[in-house]
């Protein structure tokens, strides 16, 4: 999600790939295994399954300087069970740039199967300035805040000028208070940051396992440590050109959003549902795009949200986040039905300011420092003007200007071009229809693997897959390379 990315996003909000409501990961006196430089003490926090430790490890701010200022990167780990049949250690990578993993191994052991978990040490990590890793914050107004407004939405007549002094404002805040670490960060810090983890566990070789931004993390780290990769599993697969990076994700949401969009309109015109909208799929995008429209022009109060009215561009913001999974649906629908009848709204959610600030800055940080972006001199304009005739159900906000292009330092390093060199030990997993990380930019990143990866794609809806919104087959096929290696001759493709 970057701003870009739900799970940085709305994740923040509520997620999935990982909370920053973490535990603490303060080493109270603990335990440190024999060939582990990490202690591991308790996870302060509630809700936590009672198997998950936590510790920290200390790694350089600048990878220029190893031996210079350290700063802390937050672990934890559910033990494998059986030692017996333990192969090593699976550390999940995960998403956002932002997102949080510290409470990840408790989520994941309740849907791992049983074999997996006697396999690994599910480990988890939130990376450099997320969450109870040594933080980062631009300090942001309350309104600025807001998704609606992080995103790039043009303004109802397409116009980009409200967005400009928006962007402008974020990169402004972030360069004056976001300090050495935001500008630290970056996903080839991240890769190091993930073998400082490894080398702090004992380990020659990891198994990974990331999802959404953390498929190109690891993909970055598969490629700049390919020595130090045991069974590399990638779900929800991002774009790796690097000519364009998180520039491209973000274009990619208005393909991903035109993928997606009929899983919900068939839901929404199912006959005897509460949640119908229109009595066929072709007449709920209509009824769609006509009430982003009116909203435009009429907005509908909203108090104690953030903002407090319902604009075209909160709905559209709303369709984004609830494509994420089937279980979002009920919720757009029930908005669209509530604005559409003049009944009351459904209550607004969101993540605390104080989550959101540190979650903001760790997206925008990773952003701007992965890659240059044009800056505002560039035609974001005319590139609007065509998406929106184009993608209408995302207005033309994937491809508008960001706090990057405002970002007064240049990246420290180009991007990692992810290439075939290194052992055939990767596994894509990828539904074809997911918002966020579409079908068509997963393969690309099979294509620069070449024949060190193959694709697992999934008929399925959604964003993420392995043992969430994939499917039976497609699940089996990644816990059997977990297990026991096997990937399948060719790609194949999961009806």
């Known amino acids: ?121 599910i480990v988890s990590f939130d990376p450099r300035g997320v969450g109870r890793s040594t933080p980062v914050s631009c300090d942001l107004a309350h309104e600025d805040l807001a998704m609606v407004n992080l995103r790039p939405w043009p303004a109802p007549d397409g116009g980009i000028t409200r967005a400009m002094d928006s962007e402008r404002r974020i990169a402004a805040a972030c360069a004056a208070n976001g300090g050495p670490v935001l500008r630290s960060m970056s996903t080839r810090n991240e890769a190091r940051d993930i073998d400082r983890i490894r080398q702090a566990l004992g380990e020659r070789k990891l198994s990974t396992w990331g999802v959404s931004y953390g498929t190109y993390a690891g993909a970055v780290y598969a490629t700049m440590f390919p020595q130090h990769t045991d069974r590399v599993v990638l779900d929800s697969n991002d774009d790796p050109d690097p000519s364009r990076v998180e ?56 108090p104690r949200a953030n903002p407090e009215r319902l604009t075209g561009n909160v709905l559209r913001e709303t369709m984004l986040e609830s494509l994420y999974s089937d279980a979002g649906f009920p919720g757009l629908a ?92 990767v596994l894509l997993v990828q539904n074809l229809r997911d918002p966020a990380t579409p079908y068509s930019g997963a393969l690309k990143l099979r294509a620069a693997f070449g024949p060190r990866a193959r694709m697992v794609a999934v008929d399925s809806g959604g964003h993420d897959a392995y043992l969430a919104n994939g499917n039976a087959c497609g699940d089996r096929a990644v816990t059997e390379f977990l297990l026991d290696g096997h990937r399948p001759g060719q790609d194949v493709l999961c009806r």
């Not at 973000?250 to 015109?269: C, I």
């Open 247 to 302: 520039r491209g994700w973000l274009a990619n949401f208005a393909v991903g959003a035109e993928d997606r969009f009929p899983d919900f309109a068939r839901f929404a015109s199912t006959p005897g549902s509460a949640y119908r909208i229109a009595d066929t799929p072709q007449e709920v995008r209509q009824v769609f795009l006509g009430l982003a429209d009116r909203l435009d022009r009429e907005p509908i109060p909203r």
């Open 1 to 121: 999600m970057p701003i870009i990315n739900r799970t940085a996003a709305a994740l923040a909000a509520a997620t999935a790939v990982l909370s920053l409501t973490a535990p603490s990961a303060q080493a109270t006196p603990g335990t440190q295994d024999a060939n582990s430089a990490v202690s591991w003490g308790s996870c302060q926090s509630d809700g936590l399954d009672p198997r998950q430790r936590c510790a920290t490890v200390q790694v350089p701010l600048d990878y220029g300087r190893p031996h210079g200022e350290q700063i802390t990167v937050a672990v934890s780990r559910i033990a494998s069970g059986r030692p017996d049949l333990r192969r090593g250690v699976l550390l999940m990578i995960p998403g956002g740039p932002g997102g949080s993993g510290l409470n990840g191994p408790s989520e994941a052991v309740k849907r791992l199967p049983q074999a997996v978990r006697d396999a690994y040490d």
């Open 334 to 425: 029930a908005l669209m039905l509530a604005a559409l009848h003049g009944t009351d709204l459904p209550a607004p959610s969101g993540p605390p300011d104080a989550v959101q600030q540190n979650t903001v800055a760790a997206s925008v940080g990773t952003l701007c420092n992965d890659v240059s972006w044009p800056g505002p001199t560039a035609d974001y304009q005319g590139t609007v003007t065509a998406d929106r005739a184009a993608h209408p159900l995302t207005a033309g906000m994937p491809v508008n200007v960001m706090p990057c292009a405002f970002w007064p330092t240049p990246p420290a390093e180009a991007p990692t071009r992810i290439t075939p060199d290194g052992p055939s030990n």
